[in-house]
Nanobody, 124 residues
């Protein structure tokens, strides 16, 4: 499975960006998908995700501002980010798990497939 992110960039505070992740290869192995982010000198954190039953999950710091969506026919996972803040500046990574029956997890170590990431920079 290969994951490729796109859509990052530089935006002013209060602006919007849409990230997209496209999966290829043995996509039938994918169970849950998620977006993580990592700022310099910080740990990688879950931003939002969708499980195999299409339930969505959000970290508190993006609730009400970000929306995650999945298109199974296109093998894509999108993240619509509105009301961006300077503290949203980070590398954003698409990830996927391959273990069924465990339930959605926010632990990065549980995700076996990762994209290379896309940078989001929010200026004040």
């Amino acid at each position: 499975v290969q994951l490729r992110e796109s859509g990052g960039g530089l935006v002013q505070a209060g602006g919007s960006l849409r990230l997209s992740c496209t999966a290829s290869g043995l996509t039938e192995n994918i169970v849950d998908m998620a977006w993580f982010r990592q700022a310099p000198f910080e740990e990688r954190k879950l931003v939002a995700g969708i499980d195999a039953q299409d339930n969505t999950y959000y970290s508190d710091f993006v609730k009400g501002r970000f929306t995650v969506s999945k298109d199974n026919s296109k093998n894509t996972l999108d993240l619509q980010m509105n009301g961006l803040k300077p503290e949203d500046t980070a590398g954003y990574y698409c990830a996927a798990t391959a273990t069924r029956g465990r339930g959605f997890t926010s632990t990065p170590q549980s995700y076996v497939y990762w994209g290379r990431g896309t940078q989001v920079t929010v200026s004040s």
